[in-house]
């Protein structure tokens, strides 16, 4: 009950959006690649971290997680060992203290698209307080050393109508530099959208997010 492990085996990971498969580099013909990850829960039940949330009353809990990716690429494709050969680590931990929580996530990589050298590393860190049954107040810094650095804040509040069935979130994130998006190619925007922050232009810009989810 305390350990819950899962892993896949494949012949690509993490797929850029062109016309054919390929890997990690943007270049086609993969060979094989395995991904894992093993999460370790020391406090708690399972279905408080199914949510990122802590509603008030819920018991304390806490996990602690980690993942591995491998990819081998065949030797005629273009680039370097590394590239070809991506190798990636992740550990993360989350704390539920019945109306608070705390989540930290690390990663790093060897062999990512767009880096200035052969690792890049990034992380996460966020929390979320209840001031009342139903309206949480959350804040995020998110950092990753890549070519087109990405550095931006988060900051805003969840309105749950019926727990997690139903709940409105309104959110601003704030760059910390030109680049926060990633780069002027959508392609290779870290938030997965174009558009608001940063876009690698002298100007950051500030995104307001409003929401509306619904699960059933």
Do not use: C
């Amino acid at each position: 009950d305390m350990w819950r492990v899962q892993g896949g085996w494949y012949n690509v990971v993490a797929a850029g959006s062109t016309e054919y498969v390929n890997q990690w580099d943007n270049t086609d013909n993969a060979s094989i690649a395995v991904a894992g990850r093993a999460e370790y829960k020391v406090a708690g039940t399972w279905e408080q971290f199914s949510k990122e949330s802590s509603f008030k009353g819920e018991e304390f809990g806490l996990l602690v997680g980690g993942g591995v990716l491998w990819q081998n690429g065949r030797s005629q494709n273009d680039g370097d060992y590394y590239s070809n050969n991506p190798f990636a680590l992740t550990a993360d931990a989350q704390a539920k203290f019945g109306g608070f929580n705390v989540i930290g996530q690390l990663l790093w990589a060897t062999g990512a698209a767009n880096a200035d050298n052969d690792s890049n590393w990034g992380f996460n860190v966020q929390g979320g307080a209840f001031v009342t049954d139903d309206l949480e107040f959350f804040g995020a810094w998110a950092y990753a050393q890549t070519n087109d650095t990405t550095n931006f804040l988060q900051a805003g509040a969840n309105w749950y109508f019926a727990k997690n069935s139903m709940k409105m979130t309104m959110m601003g994130i704030i760059p910390l530099n030109n680049n926060a998006a990633g780069g002027n190619d959508a392609n290779d925007n870290l938030r997965g959208y174009n558009g608001g922050v940063g876009l690698g232009t002298e100007d950051n810009n500030f995104s307001f997010v409003w929401q509306l989810q619904m699960m059933f």
